[in-house]
């Protein structure tokens, strides 16, 4: 990164992008889709992995949001769906999917080792189903990305 006084960009070329604002544009020349709008978001939702840094990082770019609030804006949005299934109340996120918890029955397991039986506990697990609008939007389908412009 560059200092604000500093005008030269000392960083070897060789090296990558830093920054994920960076790699996003590297990305997007590869592609060869570098294009202004509102393309920048579902570019960086091809990556391998979207982290809450880059997320939040999203937010100070497209909203204007300093660094600080977008990181706790970011934190408040996963704690907020952390909570609701701690208490085992489903969370549904309109376009983008459903996060339920389902309830496991026990049942009789197998040590690959030895073969032993063994059972398996009850338990609660999380689950997520894609909404038909995300799952349109990751087979490529024609203007399924429009409403998330």
């Given at each position: 990164?560059?200092?604000?006084?500093?005008?030269?960009?000392?960083?070897?070329?060789?090296?990558?992008?830093?920054?994920?604002?960076?790699?996003?544009?590297?990305?997007?020349?590869l592609?060869?889709?570098?294009?202004?709008?509102?393309?920048?978001?579902?570019?960086?939702?091809?990556?391998?992995?979207?982290?809450?840094?880059?997320?939040?990082?999203?937010?100070?770019?497209?909203?204007?949001?300093?660094k600080?609030?977008?990181?706790?804006?970011?934190?408040?949005?996963?704690?907020?769906?952390?909570?609701?299934?701690?208490?085992?109340?489903?969370?549904?996120?309109?376009?983008?999917?459903?996060?339920?918890?389902?309830?496991?029955?026990?049942?009789?397991?197998?040590?690959?080792?030895?073969?032993?039986?063994?059972?398996?506990?009850?338990?609660?697990?999380?689950?997520?189903?894609?909404?038909?609008?995300?799952?349109?939007?990751?087979?490529?389908?024609?203007?399924?990305?429009?409403?998330?412009?």
């Open positions: 990164m560059l200092a604000h006084d500093d005008p030269i960009d000392d960083r070897d070329p060789e090296s990558g992008p830093d920054t994920p604002a960076e790699r996003r544009t590297a990305e997007a020349s592609r060869g889709d570098e294009g202004e709008g509102g393309g920048a978001l579902l570019a960086s939702l091809e990556t391998p992995t979207l982290t809450k840094a880059e997320l939040a990082e999203l937010l100070f770019e497209r909203l204007g949001l300093n600080r609030e977008s990181k706790d804006m970011v934190e408040a949005f996963f704690e907020l769906i952390h909570g609701r299934l701690v208490t085992g109340q489903d969370v549904k996120l309109s376009g983008f999917g459903n996060f339920q918890i389902r309830r496991k029955a026990p049942r009789p397991g197998r040590n690959p080792r030895t073969g032993e039986t063994i059972p398996i506990k009850a338990r609660d697990v999380v689950t997520f189903h894609a909404s038909p609008k995300l799952k349109a939007l990751v087979q490529g389908e024609p203007g399924a990305g429009d409403q998330f412009e």
